[in-house]
């Protein structure tokens, strides 16, 4: 059973920065392409950015320029560096396998104050 643990979470202002961890345990994180979600309260979870095991990513547009999602294999981490936040970030991440069943972890809240 792979667990996630994603932490990195907090409150900040408009404009700052913060840097989300997700751990993955048991499981064969290196082949697993990766992905960072985001659900904001009354709203359906969203994806906003994907890493494949070689390392490709994409975004969502309204993330793009400021997020930057990356992996460390030898960790069984993936990360996201999010610059230049916005009020409209506030929500709760996740990460998970784009392709695998595996059980959404507990995430990490980012707040973001105007």
């Known amino acids: 059973q792979v667990q996630l643990v994603e932490s990195g979470g907090g409150l900040v202002q408009a404009g700052g920065s913060l840097r989300l961890s997700c751990a993955a345990f048991?499981?064969?994180?290196?082949?697993?392409?990766m992905g960072w979600y985001r659900q904001a309260p009354g709203k359906q979870r969203e994806l906003v950015a994907t890493?494949?095991?070689?390392?490709?990513?994409s975004y969502v547009d309204s993330v793009k320029g400021r997020f930057t999602i990356s992996r460390d294999n030898a960790k069984d981490t993936v990360y996201l560096q999010m610059n230049s936040l916005k009020p409209e970030d506030t929500a709760v991440y996740y990460c998970?396998?784009?392709?695998?069943?595996?059980?959404w972890g507990q995430g990490t809240q980012v707040t973001v104050s105007s």
């Open positions: 048991g499981s064969i994180f290196s082949i697993n392409d």
């Open positions: 890493i494949t095991s070689g390392g490709t990513t």
């Open positions: 998970n396998a784009l392709w695998s069943d595996w059980d």
